[in-house]
């Protein structure tokens, strides 16, 4: 069974950056279609952003410009710079190695335990 391991999350000020890795544990992470979700607090789960295994990357409007995802080294990376009270929430890192549509997250088949932003003004 496939799992998937985020680390990188943190508490920043507004403007600051950080970046989350995700692993996956059993095939190299290059064979998956990568996606990152967020969960605020009494908020539904959202697409922030995703890569695809060839790749090809995908963002939300609300990432464009400010997160950059990347994938080397069996990792993927969301680098996210100028942070908002907005981005505060757990951050999922969830793969699949079936086609789907990036943002809907009922097209994965893996998770992760989720990593904590929590951007302060």
């Known amino acids: 069974q496939e799992r998937l391991v985020e680390s990188g999350g943190g508490s920043v000020q507004e403007g600051g950056s950080l970046r989350l890795s995700c692993v996956t544990s059993?095939?190299?992470?290059?064979?998956?279609?990568v996606g990152w979700f967020r969960q605020a607090p009494e908020k539904e789960r959202e697409f922030v952003a995703g890569?695809?295994?060839?790749?090809k990357t995908t963002y939300a409007n609300s990432a464009k410009g400010r997160f950059t995802l990347s994938r080397e080294n069996n990792m993927v990376y969301l680098q996210m710079d100028n942070l908002k009270p907005s981005d505060t929430g757990v951050y999922y890192c969830?793969?699949?190695?079936?086609?789907?549509?990036?943002?809907?997250?009922?097209?994965?088949?893996?998770w992760g335990q989720g990593t904590q932003v929590t951007v302060s003004s």
């Open positions: 059993e095939r190299p992470v290059s064979m998956y279609n």
């Open positions: 890569i695809s295994w060839e790749p």
């Open positions: 969830a793969a699949t190695g079936r086609t789907l549509v990036m943002s809907n997250p009922n097209d994965y088949d893996y």
